[in-house]
T-cell receptor, first 115, second 112 residues
Framework: DVKVTQSSRYLVKRTGEKVFLECVQD?????MFWYRQDPGLGLRLIYF???????EKGDIPEGYSVSREKKERFSLILESASTNQTSMYLC??????????????FGPGTRLTVT | GEDVEQSLFLSVREGDSSVINCTYT??????LYWYKQEPGAGLQLLTY?????DMKQDQRLTVLLNKKDKHLSLRIADTQTGDSAIYFC????????????FGTGTRLTVIP
């Protein structure tokens, strides 16, 4: 079974702090993704990565950065946390999309509260 | 731009059928997907439909696709309390071939 783990289920940080969210997958997937989930807005893509040391901006990258030094690990960084970054953060991974059905595998999420 | 719309909430009684609707914009999607998010968990692929199909049935689940109207629906027969979850439809994103664009999600509540 594919397993995607996230470093924390719940996190509380203060405004201005630097925040690291870690995600690890154990299936040698090339692709990794960071989303945020907010009520009424669904999932919005923050950043994604197709390979080690490679990153691409998603739909809402402002205020975030990412790091992928190893294939299995994708980190989301909030350089200076703000209250509007209070949200649920979901990490996902997948194989390179081919002709078959394409599936992303999700971690359980990190609920981040910025006070 | 992309837009995948769903109603936010649906309540049904246990044993009834549930129908969750979705409208999407990208007619080039090869597959369209339904993901399920149970309380406290991440999303899991529930089912999918190939874009040249009108209907797909999988046990209690029926997916209907109307390409002309860009409308996708998920019907759950004999809805159970364990079906209470958030359901997301998704299409291939225009930002990348490996990206999915998710709808807003429909929270299904099953009343015993």
């Amino acid at each position: 079974d594919v397993k995607v783990t996230q470093s924390s289920r719940y996190l509380v940080k203060r405004t201005g702090e630097k925040v690291f969210l870690e995600c690890v997958q154990d299936m040698d997937h090339e692709n990794m993704f960071w989303y945020r989930q907010d009520p009424g807005l669904g999932l919005r893509l923050i950043y994604f990565s197709y390979d080690v040391k490679m990153k691409e901006k998603g739909d809402i990258p402002e205020g975030y950065s990412v790091s992928r030094e190893k294939k299995e690990r994708f980190s989301l960084i909030l350089e200076s946390a703000s209250t509007n970054q209070t949200s649920m953060y979901l990490c996902a991974s997948s194989l390179i999309r081919g002709r078959a059905v394409y599936e992303q595998y999700f971690g359980p999420g990190t609920r981040l509260t910025v006070t | 731009g992309e837009d995948v719309e769903q109603s936010l909430f649906l309540s049904v009684r246990e044993g009834d059928s549930s129908v969750i609707n979705c409208t999407y914009t990208d007619s080039s999607s090869t597959y369209l997907y339904w993901y399920k998010q149970e309380p406290g968990a991440g999303l899991q692929l529930l089912t999918y439909i190939f874009s040249n199909m009108d209907m797909k049935q999988d046990q209690r689940l029926t997916v209907l696709l109307n390409k002309k109207d860009k409308h996708l629906s998920l019907r759950i027969a004999d809805t159970q309390t364990g079906d209470s979850a958030i359901y997301f439809c998704a299409e291939t994103s225009q930002t990348g071939a490996n990206n999915l664009f998710f709808g807003t999600g429909t929270r299904l509540t099953v009343i015993p």
